[in-house]
């Protein structure tokens, strides 16, 4: 299995940036698609990205396209998730997760896809406030 470990969170104002670090050890990283998901207090956990395993495909929740870009580094077993424009709103604890299932084609399989990871990591905290 492999094992994940996020990075990178913090406090940042209004419209700043952050850039999360999700690093992996133990299986072939590149075997994995990786995805971020946050976690608002007494909220639950929502998708926010996903990368596939050579990092050609992306795929983001409407709440962050185009603010967030998802990329990864197969060689040094990371995945990074900047965040650019943060508002209070998309404070939470963000986590990463992988699985080597292949992302189904049907828009509708997905939903239930993303949340299905096998691999979990204990998450980051990103607080945005001023």
């Known amino acids: 299995q492999v094992q994940l470990e996020e990075s990178g969170g913090g406090l940042v104002q209004p419209g700043g940036s952050l850039r999360l670090s999700c690093g992996a050890s133990?299986?072939?990283?590149?075997?994995?698609?990786v995805g971020w998901f946050r976690q608002a207090p007494g909220k639950e956990r929502t998708f926010v990205a996903a990368?596939?395993?050579?990092?050609?495909?992306?795929y983001y929740s409407d709440s962050v396209k185009g603010r967030f870009t998802i990329s990864r580094n197969n060689a040094v077993d990371t995945v990074y998730l900047q965040m650019n424009s943060l508002k209070p709103e998309d404070t939470a604890d963000y986590y990463c997760?992988?699985?080597?299932?292949?992302?189904?084609?049907?828009?509708?399989?997905?939903?239930?896809?993303?949340?299905?990871?096998?691999?979990w990591g204990k998450g980051t905290l990103v607080t945005v406030s001023s």
């Open positions: 990368i596939s395993k050579t990092g050609i495909n992306t």
């Open positions: 997760a992988a699985t080597p299932r292949p992302v189904p084609g049907s828009m509708r399989a997905r939903v239930t896809y993303w949340y299905d990871m096998e691999y």
């Open positions: 133990g299986r072939t990283f590149s075997n994995y698609i």
